[in-house]
């Protein structure tokens, strides 16, 4: 079993930053792909961003590239989504989540493990 939790999030105005953090335990971290999802009000859950186990290759929606950075610390067993330039519909709660792979992944159902969530709202 592994365990998620993810940080960071909270109430920003439109161009601003925050960056998220999700902390896991449960699985050797270094061969794990890990991930980033949203879900507005309403709306599905949607990809953000993913990573290999290695941190070499990663993958971004298209609403986000450019402004979003996901990376991680292997010897923290933690990863990282750094948000710049947020606008209000970034607004959302936000998942990490983590795949029994070590490859980067975009849909949800290709993910084994999810973190209870956190939120993050964009004033304009």
């Known amino acids: 079993q592994v365990q998620l939790v993810e940080s960071g999030g909270g109430l920003v105005q439109a161009g601003g930053s925050l960056r998220l953090s999700c902390a896991t335990s449960?699985?050797?971290?270094?061969?794990?792909?890990m991930g980033w999802f949203r879900q507005a009000l309403g709306k599905e859950r949607e990809f953000v961003a993913a990573i290999s186990s290695s941190g070499i290759f990663t993958n971004y929606a298209n609403s986000v590239k450019g402004r979003f950075t996901i990376s991680r610390d292997n010897a923290k067993n933690t990863v990282y989504l750094q948000m710049n330039s947020l606008n209000p519909e970034d607004t959302a709660v936000y998942y990490c989540?983590?795949?029994?792979?070590?490859?980067?992944?975009?849909?949800?159902?290709?993910?084994?493990?999810w973190g209870q969530g956190t939120q993050v709202t964009v004033s304009s």
């Open positions: 989540a983590a795949r029994n792979s070590p490859v980067v992944r975009t849909r949800t159902y290709e993910y084994d493990y």
């Open positions: 449960g699985r050797t971290f270094s061969t794990t792909a």
